[in-house]
């Protein structure tokens, strides 16, 4: 996602965080953002550039086979170099894994535990960003170049987007926040409330990321890359028909973070998820 998508993935999550977690959250996070987790959720995009953090550059995406409509961690979970656990799947885990070492204070000073923090919550946005789990040849769409509407883009910006600005704007007043209550409304009480538990149901994390990218592979062969050739316009029908998926996926990540979030940091010395190290 973007930085609104990541925005509302982290502020849903936080608004799901039980009283350890969010106590954890607020030690961990500088003072300058009065606690709000959603205003550091974008910082990986901004970094990953730098030269002190080119090595997260591959953290942020699975390149998974051309028209394979798959995902397989051994098969597909490395770099560009081949070094393995360097995709999304295993960013995910490995950061779960050095913040469970916060609650036991054993925090390892090589691991910066807010810098861990900021890339969980960014990554869990992320995986559930169909096209992030795209095919190799197109880097996950960002080589499809068309036009959303009357102006240029690609395949991968209208799913990171394209489409939350084009909703917010028809439906929302240009109000983010807005379309953050809707997504919210529908868990809580609405259209996937039934769904919940499914959603952050996960005995062990290796099993659930690799749950997430399935899903993300699965939905942009159904839904991202269908019907779509480079130099296409894409307006109303696409827009209309994918906005939910999208609004959909921004709540199960969200719902997902919070799940691990409480888990690692709660008081329930619940070490489940995280593989003894």
């Not at 995406?61 to 999304?88: L, N, W």
């Not at 906005?243 to 888990?263: C, D, F, H, S, Y």
């Amino acid at each position: 996602w973007s930085k609104e998508g990541h925005a509302m993935t982290c502020k849903i999550a936080q608004d799901l965080l039980e009283p350890e977690a969010n106590h954890a959250v607020q030690m961990l996070l500088p003072d300058y953002v009065n606690g709000d987790l959603s205003a550091l959720c974008a910082w990986p995009d901004q970094v990953r550039h730098w030269y002190r953090y080119r090595w997260t550059s591959p953290l942020h995406f699975i390149d998974t086979p051309d028209e394979a409509c798959s995902f397989k961690y051994q098969r597909d979970c490395h770099d560009p170099h081949g070094v393995k656990d360097m995709c999304v799947a295993g960013a995910i885990q490995n950061f779960t894994n050095q913040l469970s070492h916060y609650r036991h204070g054993t925090c390892d000073r090589r691991h910066n535990m807010t810098e861990a923090l900021l890339f969980l919550a960014h990554f869990m946005g992320d995986i559930h960003q169909p096209m992030h789990v795209g095919f190799t040849s197109d880097e996950g769409g960002n080589t499809i170049d068309l036009r959303w509407f009357r102006h240029k883009s690609n395949l991968h910006h209208v799913w990171d987007r394209e489409i939350i600005l084009t909703a917010a704007a028809d439906y929302y007043g240009k109000d983010i926040n807005l379309l953050q209550e809707d997504i919210e409304g529908n868990f809580t009480d609405g259209i996937w409330s039934a769904d919940l538990a499914s959603w952050r149901e996960c005995t062990d994390l290796f099993s659930c990321v690799n749950k997430y990218a399935a899903e993300s592979i699965n939905i942009a062969c159904k839904w991202g890359y269908k019907d779509v050739e480079s130099g296409d316009t894409l307006s109303d029908d696409y827009f209309n028909s994918r906005l939910p998926i999208v609004m959909k996926r921004i709540a199960q990540g969200a719902v997902r973070l919070a799940m691990i979030l409480n888990r690692v940091f709660g008081d329930s010395q619940d070490d489940s998820l995280v593989a003894a190290t």
